[in-house]
């Protein structure tokens, strides 16, 4: 006779022994550890995708001249083809490494706070500028000023702001975690989804 | 470079580390997946108060995981500069445009993995805190997830031009 033991279910014991032997300061340091290393992923994913999509390598490699150009390089036929995948890994990477350590200097409550307003700009921002396009296809007079990146920002920024300050403190601290999952999926969607030209032909 | 290119033909070159490149993601593609199902499973007990171990060992796995990760990373981005202009010219040439969006896909999938193994590594820190046992799950099988795609995509390459394509 047989039955099944989730293995998770063990663990509380474990854990409780542990932490109540564990010093303040070693608690103190994981903490900061696991706010490096959570911030850390949401960032470098939301950010590798966004310089991605707006095709920002922090340089550019032409692998047939053996060359690095800083940011974006738009090589001659004779040097192509350029490879801007290293660049944007990098920019993406060092970018998040600072928003890390910066996460691990301020407290835990603005963190997750900013990385709901973080997540819902980079949401925003695009369904904004969607929304204009379409409005400017719609309206009869000419509204092509509207067209532009910096003005979608703005009910981008103001939507991100009142969802990250109105957010419940709770559902805040609750789903931190669950960024880590939810950026690096839609960001492959995303991704994905740039790429449906070589799926469609 | 040039040293080795004295004793071995370029291709010759390129084909071994191409090699080395899989027989790495064979071992990387074992253990991650050994690990998701130690996850995805129940560790089973036996009757009485006798209790079992989990299958796998899956915590001992995290080191072994994330150093072939970063390796195969490196070894990736560096045989990508021979795809690029070996491979994936001609692949746009015969119009293989399904092998050559995925390996596309690939690079995106591979780079997400990467970020995530600082965070992957801390959840499987021990003693291991059963608050972060649904993530802990859900960042080791999206690495498999990862893992796999890129094995399965990298293959489907290497058939149209690596080691034993014609």
Known sequence: MTQTLDVAGRFPQLDSARAIEAPAAETQTRSKVGTFAITFGIAASLLYT???????????????????????????????????WYGWIVLAAAS?????????????????????????????????LGALRLFIDWVSFNADYLNSVWIAAIPALVGAAAISYFAPSQWVQRTWTNWLMIVPISGLIVLGYSLQQYFVR | MDIIFDYIRVDTFWKILLFIHFALAVALLAAVTLQSVAVLMP???????????????????TTLIIVLYVLQALMGAWIYIKYRIYVRIPMEQLRHWWTL???????HV????????????????????????????????????????SFIVGHVANDFRGVGAL
Do not use: H
Request: hydrophobic share 50%; with cysteine.
């Open chain 2, 43 to 61: 560790a089973r007990q036996v009757a009485g108060n006798f209790v079992d171990r989990s299958p796998v060992p899956a915590v001992s796995l």
């Open chain 2, 110 to 149: 591979v780079t997400m993995g990467l970020f995530l193994l600082p965070a992957y590594w801390y959840f499987w820190r021990q003693p291991l805190s059963a608050a972060d046992a649904g993530i802990r799950k859900a960042v080791t099988v999206f690495l498999a997830f990862c893992v796999w795609y």
């Open chain 2, 101 to 107: 969006g995925s390996f596309e896909e690939k690079e």
């Open chain 1, 50 to 84: 966004v310089y991605e999509r707006l095709n920002w390598p922090l340089f550019t490699y032409l692998p047939r001249v053996n060359r690095v150009e800083f940011w974006l390089y738009r090589s001659p036929p004779a040097e192509s083809p350029p490879m801007y």
């Open chain 1, 96 to 128: 998040a490494l600072v928003l890390a350590l910066i996460a691990t200097a301020v407290p835990a409550q603005w963190v997750r706070r900013a990385t709901v307003f973080g997540c819902a700009l980079a949401a925003l921002w695009p369904t904004s």
